[in-house]
């Protein structure tokens, strides 16, 4: 059985570029959370996603948006990227719009130059 | 606001010791859950134990064990005759129980273990 699946693993863009971020959901999963996870640092919540909408949003600016599609799958869009986005990004997986089963993928590890 | 603080950036113990990774959590809600996660140098968080506010019972699952305590929002994590393998870094989170809504984990910064053999 698959967890959850991201793609790229790595991934360079220069500053101002706009970048999109793949994830698949563990099979039986509805619901997808992406998170930002600086070097050094927690994991920070960026957006969740159920029934292809947004559902509840961190505090991340605008240029940061996502879809679902129907099948669960989702993407993460960055636009006109700054060096602060450089980062792991994970997606996490659950069974419920809860969220108390959450499987975390392997992460896309974004460097901005 | 719901916050959580692992107070220990990094630990260093020799294979064999047992080890204490505190944390700490603020939170407004009478109903949360709180977590643990290891992340391997592969970077997958991989889910270590869950707890509900409403259960402080202690628990154990092999070599590691939880101590939750609500009087003094704590939620620690014991190690016990650490191997090699345990090192990572390890990061608690909380997660409020709200209705209609999804719940996002808030994470404290994390705890590096090293255990040396």
């Known amino acids: 059985d698959a967890g959850v699946t991201q793609s790229p693993t790595h991934l360079i863009k220069t500053r101002g570029q706009q970048v999109t971020l793949r994830c698949s959901p563990k099979?039986?999963?509805?619901?997808v959370s992406w998170y930002q996870q600086a070097l050094g640092q927690g994991p920070q919540f960026i957006f969740q996603?159920?029934?292809?909408?947004?559902?509840q949003r961190g505090n991340f600016p605008d240029r940061f948006s996502g879809h679902q599609y129907p099948n669960y799958s989702s993407e993460l869009n960055v636009n006109a990227l700054l060096l602060g986005d450089s980062a792991l990004y994970l997606c996490?997986?659950?069974?419920?719009?809860?969220?108390?089963?959450?499987?975390f993928g392997s992460g896309t590890r974004l460097t901005v130059v | 606001a719901q916050k959580v603080t692992q107070a220990q950036t990094e630990i260093s113990v020799v294979e064999k010791e047992d080890v204490t990774l505190d944390c700490v959590y603020e939170?407004?809600?009478?109903?949360?859950?709180l977590f643990w996660y290891k992340q391997p140098p592969s970077g997958e968080l991989v889910f270590l134990i869950r707890?509900?506010?409403?259960?402080?019972q202690n628990e154990i699952s092999g070599r590691y064990s939880w101590n939750f305590q609500k009087s003094t929002s704590s939620f620690n994590f014991t190690i016990t005759a650490s191997q090699v393998v345990d090192s990572a870094v390890y990061f608690c989170?909380?997660?409020?129980?709200?209705?209609?809504?999804?719940?996002?984990?808030?994470f404290g910064g994390g705890t590096r273990l090293m255990v040396k053999p």
């Open positions: 996490a997986s659950s069974p419920d719009r809860a969220g108390y089963g959450y499987t």
């Open positions: 996603y159920y029934e292809e909408e947004e559902r």
């Open positions: 939170t407004r809600d009478t109903t949360y859950y």
């Open positions: 099979s039986g999963h509805d619901t």
């Open positions: 707890r509900n506010s409403f259960d402080e």
């Open positions: 989170a909380l997660s409020e129980a709200h209705n209609n809504a999804g719940n996002m984990l808030t």
